[in-house]
T-cell receptor
Framework: EAGVAQSPRYKIIEKRQSVAFWCNPI?????LYWYQQILGQGPKLLIQFQNNGVVDDSQLPKDRFSAERLKGVDSTLKIQPAKLEDSAVYLC?????????????FGPGTRLTVL | AQSVSQHNHHVILSEAASLELGCNYSYGGTVNLFWYVQYPGQHLQLLLK??????LVKGIKGFEAEFIKSKFSFNLRKPSVQWSDTAEYFCAVPPGGSQGNLIFGKGTKLSVKP
């Protein structure tokens, strides 16, 4: 079974630039999550999708972050403009459905460095 | 709001030593609890989980965790660690409701010396 795919794996940009990350979940997984993991901390949820609808985006900094999952499959997370404090690993995860009974499977992450 | 704390930032053990990593969550009621592990260069993956029933939960690779409701704890244990257990370990709990997302602790880095 193919896992969660993410690209790029690494990205270095300067502050105020824009960046986009892509995630392709496990086939058949309806729920998709984006987490931000800052160095020395655990992952923090940014946004959760159920198919192509948003379930929870309460912790997404909407002035600069946006995410979409237009066809209910792959997803894009964008930062525009980036700040120094956005340096982190951005993790995508997917699960069969919502509810904590559904195991989340994580991708390898995209490591973003903002200079 | 629900929160989770892990008390040990970095634990260094020799092979064959016993391991216990602490995890506490902030409030009770019905709670689901998880331990995730991230081996060097690998994805975050589920180690074990507790939903209900027997408070002693067994996971992969000889790990177990005990849910103690009165102490709001879900500590991870392994009787004898191996060099291959070197990894970062995260305790996680749902924030409440039914969305399924998770609140993670800050993680504990385990280094096992051969």
């Amino acid at each position: 079974e193919a896992g969660v795919a993410q690209s790029p794996r690494y990205k270095i940009i300067e502050k105020r630039q824009s960046v986009a990350f892509w995630c392709n979940p496990i086939s058949g997984h309806a729920t998709l999550y984006w987490y931000q993991q800052i160095l020395g901390q655990g992952p923090k949820l940014l946004i959760q999708f159920q198919n192509n609808g948003v379930v929870d985006d309460s912790q997404l900094p909407k002035d600069r972050f946006s995410a979409e999952r237009l066809k209910g499959v792959d997803s894009t997370l964008k930062i525009q403009p980036a700040k120094l404090e956005d340096s982190a690993v951005y993790l995508c995860a997917s699960s069969l459905g919502t509810g904590s009974y559904n195991e989340q499977f994580f991708g390898p992450g995209t490591r973003l460095t903002v200079l | 709001a629900q929160s989770v704390s892990q008390h040990n930032h970095h634990v260094i053990l020799s092979e064959a030593a016993s391991l216990e990593l602490g995890c506490n969550y902030s409030y009770g009621g019905t709670v689901n609890l998880f331990w995730y592990v991230q081996y060097p260069g690998q994805h975050l993956q589920l180690l074990l989980k507790y939903f209900s029933g027997d408070p002693l939960v067994k996971g992969i690779k000889g790990f177990e965790a005990e849910f103690i409701k009165s102490k709001f704890s879900f500590n991870l244990r392994k009787p004898s660690v191996q060099w291959s257990d070197t990894a970062e370990y995260f305790c996680a709990v749902p924030p409440g409701g039914s969305q399924g997302n998770l609140i993670f602790g800050k993680g504990t880095k385990l280094s096992v010396k051969p």
